[in-house]
């Protein structure tokens, strides 16, 4: 053991442990030096504390991850419920918004057939809707009812007034 000739991993204690474990008492090892000391004692119980938690406590940790889980799961559910309680709702938005989008391209299609057969009367010959002059005059047409719209507002609020102020002499 003490000679130069002996490897150093055959002078550790993990060595002797073995060699005692092995030969037991014939192996000329001391049994008393292959017990840890106080201090590597300490830092085997220090690190079974830190790895290796005790059943209770790993018992514990196993419950609420499963109660976090039915919780988290539960509360997935009532948010698939609420959404399919939604669900017809959601469904008529949909197609009135898809009605309406086929009403507002059916409009435009038949305004713009519109103003190309007044383009057309207005010219005498067929107008390309990107030419200049179909420009102007869209642009002329729209000022127009502009106007017309603005003077039925305006006569609608006159009768309004009118009839408001009629009102309170009939009562009275």
Known sequence: MNSEKT???QKTDKYDRKLFGRYGYASGVDPVKLWPTPAQLQEVIAEEKEWYPP?????????????????????????????MAKMPKMILDWKKEKQETKRKAKEEKAKK????????ERFGHAVDPRSHKFQEMVAEIEKEEKKRRKL???????EEQG??????????
């Open 7 to 9: 490897p150093e991993w």
């Open 152 to 158: 039925l507002k305006r006569q609608k609020r006159q």
């Open 113 to 120: 057939e519109r103003l190309l057969v007044l383009a057309r």
């Open 55 to 83: 059943l209770e406590e790993i018992l514990q940790n196993i419950a609420v991850k499963q109660q976090e889980k039915a919780a988290k799961q539960l509360a997935r559910e009532k948010l698939i419920a609420a959404n």
């Open 163 to 172: 009839l408001t102020a009629l009102s309170p002499n009939r009562a009275g």
